[in-house]
């Protein structure tokens, strides 16, 4: 699909992809000449926390910054420039954060000196007096936690385009509409920490039994990289005897499965499909097809990827979990 797209945009997905640029290169060659390309992530090499032992601070949240590609938004311009986009431009947006427990049911703020001290990174007193001071910070009503969100736009040369010149003086909005696509800057920009530990979603995602072993917090940093979409009636999900590694939970609406051209099953609210596709991006078994408007969950392979590098103990807790769906299928087997 060469020069295919209007424009593309990536929302808090470069931070978790192996390879950034092969991604951004891709985005790339299937938008069309004067196509636009905007990428928004935050960058956590610009966090601070409001504690008094700053010392303590810098190196938890360096400890926190160099996991996975969570430096890599503000450096995202010259990423553009190199893919061959011209008229780049980026826009820092500042988050603050002032309520510490949803902050921790997030993104477990008072777990990061803990997983520093389980890696050898930080001593135990040190991991103890985070957690106090993050407490006492609460206590005190005066937590403040911040990073920033980098907003990066470049255009993809058009066919007539004359050599790059001098920029014009008048500055250009970093979203702009280009045929039949408009991208919007959000008003303000709002930062998803994570779905919320009471929101519904989170048990619809625990009760996957690929997933009944994980514990809360995992469960919530599973939602984060799931991305919540709408899809039209007659959409197809998956097609029979393809490829593929996209898991999805069905949120509202109806999805009809189909085996060799015959309707089987249909999915509602609460049902998923493809988890298994997620381990060995294998053959799909059936064709899923959006019966009528459908809202979805969707979870990809890199997503998940992330998810087993960013938390360790979840590939045992999976891995448990399909040995035991292999014993309840050969219930005579010897261990």
């Known amino acids: 699909m060469l020069d295919t797209f209007d424009g593309a ?34 960058d956590y090499a610009t966090q601070v926390v409001n504690i008094p032992d700053q010392e303590l601070a810098d190196r938890v949240l360096a400890f926190r910054a160099g996991v996975g590609h969570w430096r890599l938004a503000h450096q995202m311009r010259r990423l553009y420039v190199e893919a061959g986009l011209g008229e780049t431009e980026a826009e820092c947006v500042p988050i603050v954060l002032q309520e510490p427990t949803a902050l921790d049911n997030a993104l477990g703020l008072r777990s ?17 007096a985070w957690e106090a001071a993050i407490d006492e910070a609460a206590g005190g009503g005066w937590f403040l936690y911040s990073f920033s969100i980098f907003i990066t736009r470049g255009r993809k040369p058009g066919l007539l385009d004359r050599p790059p010149g001098p920029r014009s003086a008048r500055p250009r909005p970093l979203f702009a509409t280009n045929e039949s696509i408009t991208f919007r800057p959000p008003l303000p920009y709002r930062y998803h920490l994570a779905v919320p530990s009471t929101d519904p979603k989170l048990d619809l995602i625990a009760a996957v039994p690929l997933f009944s072993g994980l514990n809360r917090r995992e469960v919530e940093f599973l939602g984060k990289l799931m991305d919540e979409v709408d899809v039209s009636d007659g959409k197809v999900l998956t097609r029979e005897g393809a490829t593929g590694g996209e898991f999805f939970i069905v949120l509202e609406g109806t999805v009809r499965i189909e085996r060799s051209g015959r309707e089987v099953n249909r999915l509602g609210e609460g049902d998923f499909l493809g988890e298994i596709a997620l381990i060995d991006q294998g053959r799909r078994t059936a064709t899923a097809i959006a019966d009528g408007p459908v809202r979805l969950m969707v979870l990809t392979t890199s997503g998940f990827a992330s998810m087993l590098s960013q938390n360790p103990g979840v590939e045992s807790k999976i891995l448990r979990v399909l040995a035991q769906r292999v014993r309840d299928l050969q219930p005579t087997a010897p261990d």
């Open 112 to 128: 990061w000196a803990g997983l520093a001290y389980d890696q050898g990174l930080l001593a135990a007193h040190d991991a103890a």
């Open 9 to 42: 945009r990536a929302d808090r997905t470069f931070q978790h992809l192996v390879d950034p640029v092969a991604a951004l290169t891709e985005l790339v060659r299937v938008v069309r000449p004067g196509g636009t390309v905007v990428a928004a992530d935050p």
